[in-house]
């Protein structure tokens, strides 16, 4: 699954993408990591208070889709036409 998930995230980028193939490597050990930190905060407050962290991640890869027209437009991203297909 993650050899798909890689290949299509770099996709079409161009120049960008290096630097976006470090942020999905990155994002793995996010996975590590903010579930540990959900436990704490759960453990600390209560399991409610602990979903914070989950919502905080999902806000920002959400600000980064909507983000993400104005940022390709600014790095000069290549742009990939789907028409014309069989």
Avoid: N
């Avoid at 993408?17 to 540990?36: E, Q, R």
């Avoid at 600014?74 to 036409?81: D, K, L, N, R, Y």
Wanted: hydrophobic share 55%; with cysteine.
């Amino acid at each position: 699954m993650f050899p798909t998930i890689f290949a299509l995230g770099i996709f079409g980028l161009g120049q960008a993408a290096k630097k976006a193939s470090s942020f999905i490597v990155m994002a793995i050990m996010g996975g590590a990591v903010l579930p540990k930190v959900m436990g704490a905060v759960a453990d600390r407050y209560d399991l409610s208070r602990g979903f914070i962290v989950p919502t905080l991640c999902f806000a920002f890869v959400a600000f980064y889709g909507f983000m993400w027209p104005r940022l390709s437009k600014a790095e000069g991203a290549i742009t990939v036409s789907t028409s014309g297909g069989h």
